[in-house]
């Protein structure tokens, strides 16, 4: 998709994650997409304006949680059951690592600002809510995000440094004769791992990559951290079908 096709809104969604859309489905989602961030915004100024950090840990939650959920934001669900109905607009699709990431970080600045509540600092914890809702703002007006743009810079400066796989993808990658690879350490691996993982520690790789070849491979580690870091040195060596799928614990749910 030529980037010059598109709006600067459109352009700011493939920034958040939404690569694979034509410019007629990122105009098909265009409000859709601002309906969770609307709703969280008015639930945050809420909790500010009454100084009630049970809203704030609330909305924390619902970050939190959509990061590791992709297709189960709460307000992303009531979206696409309820209010898209009355419009007759298109379902919201699950949502991607740059967008979930946004969530995260909003959750944790929620927290935050609880917390200064609690402690008893609430003319910082304004603070920190209103630079949430500001960021917030521009999102909803725009779907430009900072943590986005910031990410894409970062993926830029680093070279091929992607998020890990969509874990619907590496379900059917995994069907179709994917196989695990571990690349933590040995004696990591010897604690526990997944049924049918092989071991190929990051520390070893290089002269044992040769025997991946003509494999699809899904790549876990202990955080996410090596995974990416061994994805990325197999696909500078020319492996095209390897995977990031991040910590062990996310590759469970594979």
Known sequence: MSQEQLSFQQKSLVQQGY???TPQQLKQLDWGLRFTPIVCSALTAYGLYTERPEILLTVSVLGIWAFFAPAAHPMDLIYNHVVR???QAVALPPNPFQRRLACFAAGVMNATAAA???T????????????????????ITTHFCALSW????GVKMMGNWEGPIELAQARELLQSGAEFIDVREPNEFARGHLEGAQNFPLSQLEKEMSQLKGKTCLIYCASGMRSQMATKQLKQRGFTEVYNVGGMSRAKEI
Not at 120 to 138: D, F, M, R, S
């Open 19 to 21: 690569k694979d859309f």
């Open 85 to 87: 109905h009355l419009f």
């Open 116 to 118: 200064l509540f609690i």
């Open 120 to 139: 008893g600092a609430p003319e910082i914890a304004k603070v920190v809510g209103g630079v949430l809702l500001a960021l917030q703002a521009i999102v």
């Open 150 to 153: 910031i990410y894409d810079i």
